[in-house]
């Protein structure tokens, strides 16, 4: 079993729409959870960072995280051709090991 | 400020020959890894230097596989003999020392196809 499940897509909405990205995990140490925006051929970027359970926003964008159920979101509210890109979850332990376990991916297109 | 530089961007070898990738860390990152995208799988962390010493080499696939940072500054990972399941993008990310967690700068990746 993967440690960290994200669906591929790909998603396709038009301009304008609530997107909703998730990632779930099973590793229950797991207290760092990012969120990564790719375009292609480019490295991936930092987008949101959460610490432990919670919300937190950032402009459009919304990350939850649900410790309980092994799960986080991302929300773009009113999304638009430029945030057309491949979301990648990201997350790890609070111990000194930075090593990030990632999701596969979502590509998302937002069609104007 | 620049980013993370890697070079080459694309590289096509045979099976059994060598190639090196390089990296150029953002200035005063001491905060240095190696990942890997082979396509359709996750991003895998391959290694972490802080500075010029290893904290962490235990994504490396094998011993086919060298990574250094000489003086703390770039880093270069060489694989050799080169396999066809090490084809892949290898990305490398910098940090600072004490830097906001999880925030890694990346480069845009060197794309390694292995004939």
């Known amino acids: 079993q993967k440690e960290v499940e994200q669906d591929p897509g790909p998603l396709s909405v038009p301009e304008g729409a609530i997107v909703s990205l998730n990632c779930t995990y099973s590793?229950?140490?797991?207290?760092?959870f990012m969120w990564y925006r790719q375009y292609s051929r480019k490295g991936p970027e930092l987008l949101m960072y959460?610490?432990s359970s919670g919300n937190k926003e950032d402009g459009r964008f919304t990350a939850q995280v649900d410790k309980s159920s092994k799960y986080i979101s991302l929300f773009i509210r009113d999304s638009q051709p430029s945030d057309s890109a491949t979301y990648l979850c990201?997350?790890?332990?609070?111990?000194?090991?930075?090593?990030?376990?990632w999701g596969l991916g979502t590509s998302l297109a937002v069609n104007p | 400020e620049a980013g993370v530089t890697q070079f080459p961007s694309h590289s096509v070898i045979e099976k059994g020959q060598t190639v090196t990738l390089r990296c150029d860390p953002i200035?005063?990152?001491?905060?240095l890894y190696w990942y890997r995208r082979v396509m359709g799988k996750e991003i895998k962390f391959l290694l972490h230097?802080?500075?010029?010493?290893?904290?962490?080499e235990s994504g490396m696939p094998n011993n086919r596989f060298l990574a250094e940072r000489t003086g703390g500054t770039y880093s270069t990972l060489k694989v050799q003999p080169a396999e066809l399941e090490d084809s892949g993008v290898y990305f490398c990310?910098?940090?600072?020392?004490?830097?906001?967690?999880?925030?890694?700068?990346f480069g845009e990746g060197s794309r390694l196809t292995v004939l």
């Open positions: 590793n229950s140490a797991f207290q760092y």
């Open positions: 990201a997350m790890r332990d609070a111990g000194n090991n930075r090593k990030l376990i």
């Open positions: 200035s005063g990152h001491d905060n």
């Open positions: 959460t610490y």
């Open positions: 230097f802080v500075k010029e010493s290893k904290q962490d």
């Open positions: 990310a910098s940090s600072q020392r004490g830097g906001r967690t999880g925030e890694l700068f």
